[in-house]
């Protein structure tokens, strides 16, 4: 499948920093960002690697890189704020595909 997204950001990587991928810039999406499908897609193909969510929590995905995943953020919980280092503060995210599959993330 195929989709236009209008309002996203691209921003440039800081130098020296950790690189999941080849690329030299980063995909934001923001609240303003909109996502619709595109059925007689004929344009450039960018380099996403997305990766369906069934094989992501069978562990069928590639066990050494990064892939990319898109989905609707259904809850945020509380940050938690445990740990006197703020960079170990955690953000638990939870995210469903249109399949109604949902991923749960523990961000740092």
Partial sequence: MTF?????NFAALKTGSFKLTPQDQKLTFVQETV???CND???????FSFV?????????HPQDT??????????VAEIQQDHP???KHKLNINIQDAKLVFLYFYSF
Avoid: P, R, W
């Fill in 4 to 8: 236009y997204i209008k309002g996203s």
């Fill in 85 to 87: 280092d703020k960079s």
């Fill in 41 to 47: 897609f004929s344009g450039y193909e960018f380099g």
């Fill in 35 to 37: 996502v619709t499908e």
């Fill in 66 to 75: 990064s892939v990319d995943v898109v989905g609707l953020v259904v809850a």
């Fill in 52 to 60: 369906d969510y069934q094989n992501i929590l069978s562990l069928a």
